[in-house]
């Protein structure tokens, strides 16, 4: 069957994939960056933009299983073209959202649903479903890393572009950027290439679901992926806030952003390669427990702008690379038909993790004056996130017999 699928076709998916990804993630993970400048123009208060910013990251992981079911059943384009223009929408929008409620529509629905339904799910599962079993691996690292070169490119441009266009001429930027990823959604059409992996996938997609949520391993792995959510939407949502405690300039955060965007492209190239030659579980445990060696590390040190780029390039390396060998797991565990569906499910813990890592960081900042109890939970769960990951079983889930 892959006899036809040339190197070229292989190449042409993997590149769309993660073009698409490149945009959506680069402004997902750019919006803290906007904190700031909303608060001091429209004096609504970093409680209630945090609070938006962190329904944004809700919303971002609710939407993964139901744009993952779409694209299971219909093919990945539909879902994509919605999720492009919702983005496109959210970001051109938010400057006319004068008020908590109407920042919580736009960022926190709009913008964040499109980034959700553009997001990892439906394009790793897309991937996966049409490309060869022995090109997976790599292509999911190629993919996870035009999300972390988003963010390596949009933090510096977004802060350049608020200085010298204003905060709202950057959010429009924002939405012309994410219409210009419209052509690359054709590439990721077509019917599937890939064959059947595992004997789940011969169940109905309710049934598979509903085997997948009585699953130990599936369960442990949900558990998992919580944490790296409520660290991640911390940090994106809250490190300017913790460079301008410390007084440093607006662009130690934006070059900290940055530069874990670039680290995590290596990370995301090294993760796809780890999968393809250790257990998942083992690559998952290893960076959850060098999150929380390093957070360690940055409380005892000066905070220095050095300080925060070497800290921003050692969590880099693995800030989104725990998404292939998380996908690899599921598709391990009940093969490629329902990946989408499937992996949705497991960034909708992600993203619970997501809304308490943002909101708890506003909270925190309003009322103990700092984040240092936000970094001391976020230490605590990376070594935890750590333990839970090795007990999973690496191997097909059994389909249920029928009764």
């Given at each position: 069957m892959?006899?036809?699928?040339?190197?070229?076709?292989?190449?042409?998916?993997?590149?769309?994939?993660?073009?698409?990804?490149?945009?959506?993630?680069?402004?997902?993970?750019?919006?803290?960056?906007?904190?700031?400048?909303?608060?001091?123009a429209t004096g609504?208060?970093?409680?209630?933009?945090?609070?938006?910013?962190?329904?944004?990251?809700?919303?971002?992981?609710?939407?993964?299983p139901i744009a993952g079911m779409v694209a299971d059943r219909k093919g990945p384009q539909q879902a994509l073209l919605v999720g492009v223009l919702l983005l496109a929408?959210?970001?051109?929008?938010?400057?006319?959202?004068?008020?908590?409620?109407?920042?919580?529509?736009?960022?926190?629905?709009?913008?964040?649903?499109?980034?959700?339904?553009?997001?990892?799910?439906?394009?790793?599962?897309?991937?996966?479903?049409?490309?060869?079993?022995?090109?997976?691996?790599?292509?999911?690292?190629?993919?996870?890393?035009?999300?972390?070169?988003?963010?390596?490119?949009?933090?510096?441009?977004?802060?350049?572009?608020?200085?010298?266009?204003?905060?709202?001429?950057?959010?429009?930027?924002?939405?012309?950027?994410?219409?210009?990823?419209?052509?690359?959604?054709?590439?990721?059409?077509?019917?599937?290439?890939?064959?059947?992996?595992?004997?789940?996938?011969?169940?109905?997609?309710?049934?598979?679901?509903?085997q997948a949520m009585q699953d130990r391993s599936y369960l442990l792995l949900h558990a998992g992926f919580f944490t790296c959510g409520f660290h991640i939407a911390f940090l994106v949502t809250h490190l300017p806030g913790e460079v301008n405690l410390c007084g440093l300039p607006p662009q130690v955060a934006s070059w900290s952003l940055a530069i874990i965007g670039l680290a995590n492209i290596f990370g995301s190239l090294y993760a796809g390669r780890c999968i393809?030659?250790?257990?998942?579980?083992?690559?998952?445990?290893?960076?959850?427990?060098?999150?929380?060696?390093?957070?360690?590390?940055?409380?005892l040190a000066p905070r220095t702008p050095l300080t925060y780029y070497l800290f921003a390039a050692g969590l880099g390396f693995t800030w989104l690379a725990t998404v292939p060998p998380t996908a690899a797991l599921v598709g391990k565990l009940f093969g490629t038909r329902y990946l989408a569906t499937l992996f949705g499910l497991t960034l909708l813990s992600h993203q619970v993790g997501g809304f308490l890592g943002a909101w708890l960081g506003g909270q925190a900042l309003v009322k103990l004056g700092n984040f240092n109890a936000m970094w001391y939970a976020d230490m605590a769960l990376a070594a935890l996130a750590a333990i839970v990951n090795l007990p999973i079983r690496e191997r097909p889930v059994q389909a249920a017999q029928p009764a």
């Open positions: 892959f006899a036809s699928l040339r190197q070229r076709d292989v190449m042409v998916v993997t590149l769309a994939a993660a073009g698409l990804l490149m945009v959506s993630m680069g402004i997902r993970q750019s919006l803290g960056l906007f904190v700031g400048p909303i608060n001091r609504m208060g970093v409680a209630t933009i945090s609070l938006a910013l962190a329904i944004g990251q809700f919303v971002w992981g609710a939407v993964q929408a959210g970001c051109a929008l938010t400057p006319l959202a004068g008020q908590g409620w109407a920042l919580s529509i736009t960022l926190g629905l709009f913008a964040a649903a499109g980034s959700g339904i553009a997001g990892f799910s439906v394009l790793l599962g897309a991937a996966s479903q049409r490309l060869p079993a022995s090109a997976r691996a790599d292509a999911s690292g190629v993919i996870n890393a035009g999300g972390s070169f988003g963010q390596f490119v949009f933090a510096p441009l977004l802060q350049k572009l608020i200085l010298g266009i204003g905060w709202m001429g950057a959010l429009w930027t924002m939405a012309l950027a994410a219409l210009a990823t419209l052509p690359l959604i054709g590439k990721l059409g077509g019917r599937e290439q890939a064959l059947p992996s595992a004997s789940a996938e011969a169940q109905p997609l309710g049934a598979v679901v509903r393809g030659q250790y257990r998942s579980k083992y690559v998952l445990a290893a960076m959850y427990g060098s999150r929380a060696l390093l957070v360690g590390l940055y409380l």
